[in-house]
């Protein structure tokens, strides 16, 4: 086998290495551009997972590595004149340069044939000439953009400055600071990787590095400039710079990761920001990976699909880590106003990698001084705290997500509804919502939603509430009203979820007569003053009748696409008059039909808005216009915002991820102070627990895990050893509250 190498950065270099160490008769080149004694940037950090990998896979590199790692434990955060401390996070750094020493040295005593200062001949070339390619030519890959039609890149290009420098002293942790100059917030990322040297790193929005004059400097002026700016955390030193220049980080994502006998490897494939680790790890990784690959596959496509079969899940996983943390600092200045502990757990769990429960091994002084600024009572979780609405005091944190049922009987709910919502109640949640309960027959989504336009659904309504109240004490329920606009008169979910009726479809009504799929769903007509006030008055009557039928809350829906959300996304409210065109004017009927349920709503009752922080879609809803709208409903006497995402348009393209809507809730928090209700694939009590700790919601709404488990609360309670009267279990149910014993597991 003939395998070329493109490009002589750390995973280039090992997976020539492994190539050949494997297989002595392989022909292994590499071709690098630049000098061997060329490197940019300075150190570089490797995880105890990926050194790991590198003994599994080659004990000789790991020795190597062993004697020039510089390991440290502590991350200090310094916020406001406080500096704070977290230990027990086990870093290990070298020199970029010394790395690349080492594995020039291992593929020279392996043969690898090591090109420098040799551009690299065509990828088609290579690719005729031999048997593997392998690209690892960064992120501005030659070899990825010569077939970019098969590998379909994605750049997306970020809102930070930032540069890579050094200081000739070792730092004794991971340090992150903050300094809050004329211009904006700038930051600093610094960490040791030697006895004698640290890398810097100082990030800032655009506009700030404008502002300051940045885009004006050369290499040696930019820093001095960021030594002036951090001269405490750098004890007055100079910064050396090495190539340096300021640049913005590229996100790379590539469909396809090989094509024909040619593979991307490393940041040519897929780059994280480095706030969360290094590039390096991430390419060493690779190279490990489709070593071992093409040693277990004796076909090369064979090979080079197990090698993207195993490392894709592992790299979005990353990215998505990487891209939490990226945002959380590219929206740093928002975040300062926090306590100095809750700002610093804030930003160590950033990228939801590292977690309350995870926190509390590593370092459980900290947690438990987090805690405590919390004001967690010794022995209580932090979901298991209480909150206030309005006037309605929840024991707990957890909220049973509003979840559509689609088996109401022309809107009445029925037994389904009072076992479903009652085991829900029964199951420990402080607040257990409804479905969305539509405001007229025509505002259904599907023939089976529940309803509140009748005063047999009050009735039957009141049924449900009843039994809550009186065999779950202390279990607030609301409910959730809402309309279905252009998404309405479509089948249940199970039976093809957004497709119309096969027959008895009802007319709808939105904001614009635009469909929600043109020549699948119907065109809706648009609301005129008269449909605007018919339905403004259906929502101020199911308020009336959910009022009697005893709910403690109502939760206002104007997300997801449907009639109100409608208004306020720029993407389906196309009016031209009063009630469209800028954020103020789509406000305009959301807020009127606020206003109105309000007023009839009683005063010691507390009122919530859901919404669609973002349409996850181009020309959308932007976090700017959330913020506006959440500031607006704040005004008119919302009581919290339930902040959810997407669902607008079919063309979205969210980014999935655990808990993956609930920087838009944090954002909100953060700009307004308004309590916020965190949504969007929050699974575990860890999750609630480091998003209360961290000040991201007040509350966390959970759908899923209430499916699985109704009495998901309690059995959090129960494995999290809390037994307060946060989280009391029905007395005929407490014999339950210890986990059953299972089998032996011991050999």
Known sequence: MRVAVVGGGPG??????????????????????????????????????????????????????RREL??????????????????????????????????????????????????????????????????????????????????????????????????????????????ETEYGVMQLHAYPYSDTSSTVIVEMREEVWRAAGFDELDEAESAARCAKHFAEPLRGRALRSNNSAWTAFRTVVNAR????????????????????GSGTKLAVEDAVALAAAVGRHPDLPGALAAYEAERRPAVESTQRAAAASLRWFEELAGQLDRPPRQFAFNLLTRSRRVTHDNLRLRDPAFTASVEDEFGCPPGTPPMFTPFRLGGLTLRNRVVVSPMDMYVAEDGVPGDFHL???????????????????????????TPGCAGLWTDEQAEAWARVTSFAHAQAPGT???????????????????????????????????????????????????????????????????????????????ELHCAHGYLLSGFLSPLTNLRTDAYGGDLAGRLRYPLEVFDAVREVWPADRPMTVRISATDWAEGGTTSEDAVGIARAFAAHGADALDVSTGQVVPEERPEFG???????????????????????????????????????????????????????????????????PAAPWPPPYRAGSRRPPTGRKDP
């Open 12 to 65: 280039g270099l090992y997976a020539a290495a492994l190539l050949k160490r494997d297989d002595p008769d392989r022909e292994v080149t590499v071709w690098e551009r630049n000098a061997p004694t060329d490197t940019f940037g300075f150190g570089v950090v490797l995880s105890d997972e990926t050194l790991g990998g590198i003994a599994d896979a080659d004990p000789e590199v790991h020795a190597a590595l």
């Open 70 to 179: 510089v390991r440290w434990d502590d991350i200090h955060i310094a916020h406001r004149g406080h500096l704070l401390t977290s230990t027990g996070h086990g870093f290990a750094a070298l020199g970029r340069r010394r790395l690349l020493e080492l594995l020039h040295e291992r593929c020279a005593r392996l043969g690898v044939h090591l090109r420098f200062r040799a551009e690299a001949p065509p990828a088609e070339v290579l690719a005729a000439g031999h048997d593997l390619v392998v690209a690892a030519d960064g992120v501005h890959s030659r070899t990825r953009e010569a077939h970019a039609e098969v590998f379909r890149p994605t750049v997306t290009t970020h809102r930070c400055r930032y540069i890579w420098l050094a200081a000739d002293f070792a730092l004794d942790a991971f340090r992150f600071d903050i300094a």
């Open 257 to 276: 990761w090989s094509h024909g006998n040619t593979v991307l490897l490393g940041d040519a494939a897929h780059t994280a920001h480095f706030s969360i």
């Open 419 to 445: 076992v479903h919502l009652g085991a829900r109640a029964l199951g420990g949640a402080g607040l257990v919502m409804t479905e969305m309960v539509c405001v007229s027959e025509r505002g259904r989504i």
């Open 476 to 554: 607030a329920i609301g409910v959730q009203l809402g309309h279905s606009g252009r998404k309405g008169s479509t089948r249940r979910m199970w039976e093809g979820i957004d497709e119309p009726l096969p027959e008895g479809n009802w007319p709808l009504v939105a904001a614009s007569p635009l469909p929600y799929r043109p020549g699948v769903n119907q065109t809706p007509h648009a609301l005129d003053r008269s449909g605007l006030t018919a339905v403004r008055e259906e929502f101020t009557a199911a308020a009336r009748r959910a009022a009697r039928a005893g709910f403690d809350l109502l």
């Open 658 to 724: 655990r808990s993956y809507q609930t920087p838009y809730a944090d954002r909100i928090r953060s700009a307004l102070g308004i309590p916020v209700i965190a949504v969007g694939a929050i699974s575990s009590w860890d999750d609630v627990n480091s998003l209360l700790l961290a000040g991201r919601a007040d509350l966390c709404a959970l759908a899923r895990p209430h499916l699985y488990d109704p009495h998901w609360t309690l059995h959090a309670a129960a494995e999290q050893g809390y037994a307060g």
